[in-house]
């Protein structure tokens, strides 16, 4: 367990913040005018898709942040 703080996590936070807007952008704006005629039952899993696909490279960020290693 570390006892001095460190700077990854201030930078990290700020950094997902930045890409999950990016990534929301990019998905309003591209994303959505395709998918936005479908029915809502058929729109549901794409954006349940697509609200889970930021996750997956979540876990090593989060190692990163805390341990200075990608893995």
Same mark, same amino acid.
């Given at each position: 367990?570390?006892?001095?703080?460190?700077?990854?996590? +201030?930078?990290?936070?700020?950094?997902?913040? &930045?890409? *999950?807007?990016?990534? @929301? =952008? *990019?998905? &309003?704006?591209? =994303?959505? +005018?395709?998918?936005?005629?479908?029915? &809502? *039952?058929?729109?549901? +899993? =794409?954006?349940?898709?697509?609200?889970? =696909?930021?996750?997956? +490279? *979540?876990?090593?960020?989060?190692?990163?942040?805390?341990?200075?290693?990608? @893995?």
């Amino acid at each position: 367990m570390r006892t001095q703080p460190t700077w990854r996590i +201030p930078i990290g936070l700020l950094a997902l913040l &930045a890409v *999950l807007m990016i990534y @929301g =952008v *990019l998905i &309003a704006r591209y =994303v959505a +005018p395709l998918i936005g005629g479908w029915h &809502a *039952l058929i729109q549901t +899993p =794409v954006y349940i898709l697509l609200g889970i =696909v930021w996750l997956l +490279p *979540l876990r090593r960020f989060l190692i990163w942040m805390e341990t200075g290693r990608w @893995g």
